[in-house]
């Protein structure tokens, strides 16, 4: 990092170091701060926009709170890139996101200043009520902070977190990073003034000291609680958390220091659960990112100077973009069709089903669980819904998947996106597990593509059917079969055989059909394209285990529990005794790295799984 670049920036190796600059330097430290987080990101790619708009809350955070003493927990981690560079891993910012170097998200075991793990939104609250209330039972006087934001406080779960912690008079703070720009009219000099006002222990003694004065005086006392939130509610949106028990404050400008600072220095004085609300702009100080903030939520790597440009058009489209030009076609010709997404559009290929359908597109927000029984509702009703999400936030909504949609047997459409690894992101995104957690539902359908066409295929299938579905496809692109080369229908649980071999039968489902084709190839073995991970085709297992020395299971997927099981479930069902190779994601979490890499690193490669087939045959892998 050259030193004429960034000379502040350069001393901070930990936070003692920035609590040790003198006040002025705080600001020139911020903008050094941020023009190296963009200069680093788009070398790396990651998450940008977030991270911009939390620089001067960071550099607040860790200039009042003596960390990592006082626990800084923070929500999702898109905003955590400059806790990062400012606790000790500046230098490593280099190998973000990539094999064998720095997460993308808060780590436990890669510093003592990541207090919590996450990658999910909504969990930064419930993590940190539970250190606080350890705090007080070890009567420590440590400090614990929650920062949520980027549209994570509409989950549930933060507010059954917020409505615990407010009764519990533990020392928490919660920070709302309010990056939304619809509040900006609020940010202003009245609203710093009051904010300081309110986070100072003057007004917190008078307010405490006057509760205790008028306890005696029951009519009194209800009288002045009401008006106190009157007044509150007057200028600031506070009502709904001083009802849960916080002491509300804000909102307040955060990107201006001189009041952060202040304000976090009377907060870390007061008791019991405080709830700041900090406004900040995503994207700041780069205006691409200012301009386009979702564009710059998540980058690959670009030229700062120019910003993102538009890729070279490619040679063939990506399962989401599959995904996105049928659910056009479809609600075109059918008028039940409705889709749902849990802040997922631009992920999840929706922007121009929601710009062309807007009466049949809903994005609840970061609500999984939400989305998945108002689909259930929709259902009832006769519609058609299609819930768009990604593997790894289907978990969230494990229960209702199955007591909601399963159990009543509802004709919803699971369109999960992302399914297996998902490379830079790393374990916390990664679909390891859903082919394990779904084909154990009954009612479900659950099906897996070998390529673009066959998605497009299953999608129709999944529709048509009279009950829940789901197809499940990897993230990118697949071997480039078009979409016009489709089967005209898919037989339910009827898997495909597209090569007729000796010895060994390869059983692949989804992606690694692609890597089991070059394999059959290379030792003459049959190749089945299952499709269907439930309901399994019986007839080609059975077939493959009476003619073959050697049934090998593929899936990208968790191998315990996965589709492989099922198909020695079918064999143990039938009395067959047949030697069996199960080959999928091992039984631990993989960090981050290319998908190329993680498959690698996994065996499920074509070289990892040619490899694995002639040792188990006891052949030399040479």
Not at 375 to 403: M, N, W
Not at 541 to 550: D, T, W
Request: with cysteine.
């Amino acid at each position: 990092m050259p030193g004429s670049d960034y000379p502040l920036l350069q001393q901070i190796d930990d936070p003692a170091a920035l609590r040790a600059l003198p006040e002025g330097e705080l600001a020139p430290l911020a903008a050094e701060l941020r023009a190296f987080l963009i200069d680093s990101v788009a070398r790396t790619g990651g998450h940008l926009a977030a991270g911009l708009g939390t620089v001067e809350l960071t550099v607040a955070l860790h200039r009042v709170f003596e960390t990592p003493e006082d626990r800084l927990v923070w929500d999702v981690g898109h905003q955590s890139y400059p806790h990062k560079i400012l606790t000790g891993r500046r230098e490593a910012m280099p190998t973000l996101r990539q094999h064998g170097g720095l997460a993308g998200f808060p780590k436990r075991d890669e510093s003592p200043f990541d207090t919590f793990g996450t990658g999910h939104s909504s969990t930064s609250i419930s993590a940190a009520l539970g250190m606080a209330l350890a705090a007080r039972r070890e009567e420590d006087p440590r400090q614990v902070v929650a920062i949520i934001g980027d549209g994570a406080l509409t989950a549930g779960m933060a507010f059954e977190a917020l409505n615990h912690a407010g009764g519990m008079d533990a020392n928490l703070l919660v920070i709302l990073n309010d990056n939304d720009m619809s509040i900006s009219p609020n940010v202003g000099g009245l609203s710093s003034h009051l904010a300081r006002i309110l986070s100072g222990r003057l007004y917190a003694g008078m307010r405490e000291g006057g509760k205790k004065v008028l306890s005696l005086m029951p009519p009194v006392h209800e009288l002045a609680r009401r008006a106190e939130e009157h007044f509150k509610g007057m200028v600031v949106p506070g009502t709904l958390f001083e009802e849960l028990g916080f002491n509300y404050i804000g909102p307040v400008d955060g990107h201006d220091l001189s009041t952060l600072v202040p304000t976090l220095d009377n907060v870390r004085q007061l008791e019991g659960p405080q709830f700041l609300h900090v406004v900040t702009r995503k994207g700041k100080g780069y205006e691409p990112a200012e301009d386009a903030p979702t564009r710059y939520h998540g980058v690959g790597r670009f030229d700062p100077a120019q910003g993102q440009t538009p890729s070279a058009p490619a040679p063939s489209p990506t399962y989401t973009e599959v995904f996105g030009d049928w659910l056009m076609e479809t609600a075109a010709a059918d008028e039940r069709v409705h889709a749902i997404t849990p802040a997922m559009g631009e992920g999840s290929g929706l922007v121009a089903y929601a710009e062309q359908f807007p009466e049949r597109y809903y994005d609840v927000g970061i609500a999984e669980q939400h989305a998945v029984t108002m689909a259930g509702g929709l259902a009832c009703e006769g519609a058609k819904p299609v819930v768009a999400i990604y593997s790894t936030f289907l978990q969230r909504a494990y229960d209702q998947v199955i007591h909601d949609i399963a159990l009543q047997d509802l004709d919803v459409l699971f369109a999960i996106d992302r399914g297996g690894l998902v490379g830079p992101d790393g374990p916390t995104h990664a679909g390891s597990f859903d082919l394990a957690y779904l084909r154990c539902l009954p009612n479900l359908v659950v099906m897996a593509p070998a390529d673009e066409a066959e998605s497009h295929a299953m999608l129709t299938a999944g529709l048509a059917h009279p009950g829940p579905a789901a197809v499940r496809y990897p993230r990118g692109r697949g071997p480039g079969r078009p979409v016009a080369d489709a089967p005209a229908e898919l037989p339910l649980g009827r898997a495909e055989v597209r090569r007729r071999g000796q010895r060994v039968a390869l059983l692949a489902f989804g992606s690694m059909v692609a890597p089991a084709t070059e394999v059959a190839e290379e030792l003459d073995a049959t190749l089945v394209n299952m499709r269907f991970a439930k309901p399994l085709d019986e007839a080609a297992i059975l077939e493959a285990a009476a003619g073959h020395e050697l049934l090998v299971t593929l899936e990208e997927g968790a191998v315990m529990g996965g589709a492989g099981s099922g198909i020695l479930e079918t064999l143990a069902r039938h009395g067959r005794l047949a030697p069996v190779l199960q080959l999928g994601l091992p039984d631990r979490f993989q960090e981050q790295g290319s998908r190329e890499e993680l498959l690698a690193e996994a065996g499920l490669d074509a070289a990892g799984i040619r490899t694995a087939i002639r040792e188990r045959l006891g052949e030399s892998a040479a």
